[in-house]
């Protein structure tokens, strides 16, 4: 997909999603994301000790519950083994959203991903020391669904929170 290929002019046209880790003394916590590309909001996730096809897809369980979408939607991932599972493939086809996936080694087509993973790390993870993954789904879920989504202000949103921005074009 182009770069152009991730502007969208309303919500619920294009969502993208990713993979990361999260370090604790327990071991790696894994997160995934879904979000809408017109806000940048988080509109779905999941937390898991295991990199499964269940950790994606509960991702986008809850962003197509939370969205309840009625058109075609276009869903951009990497090509991870659980993004290419038959069951996320059926996930896909029984809600009426088109898989997208990124070329082989191109980091940069999942940039909107990649930044939001960053900005988590950088404001949230990278100052915790987590000791168990209870604690660090508690802070995670804390910055995704009490900050980020409602507080943190983009400058790519005019300086809106997604909340914010979502709002305030009738959403």
Wanted: hydrophobic share 35%.
């Amino acid at each position: 997909m182009s770069r152009a290929g991730f502007y969208a002019e309303a919500p619920n046209q294009r969502w993208a999603s990713d993979i990361t880790y999260i370090p604790t003394v327990e071991g790696w916590l894994y997160l995934a994301v879904v979000m809408d590309l017109y806000s940048r909001k988080v509109i779905g996730w999941s937390m898991s000790d295991r990199m499964k096809d269940s950790l994606v897809i509960n991702a986008l369980k809850m962003a197509v519950f939370r969205r309840k979408i009625c058109s075609n939607v276009l869903l951009h991932s990497d090509r991870g083994s659980q993004y290419a599972s038959d069951n996320f493939q059926q996930l896909l086809r029984d809600n009426h959203i088109t898989c997208s996936m990124s070329r082989k080694g191109d980091c940069w087509d999942n940039a909107a991903m990649e930044s939001f993973f960053h900005t988590l790390k950088t404001e949230c993870v990278y100052h915790e020391k987590y000791l168990t993954r209870d604690d660090a789904k508690k802070s995670i879920f804390d910055y995704i669904e009490v900050f980020y989504n409602r507080q943190r202000k983009h400058s790519f949103l005019g300086y809106k929170s997604p909340e914010q921005y979502e709002l305030a074009s009738g959403l």
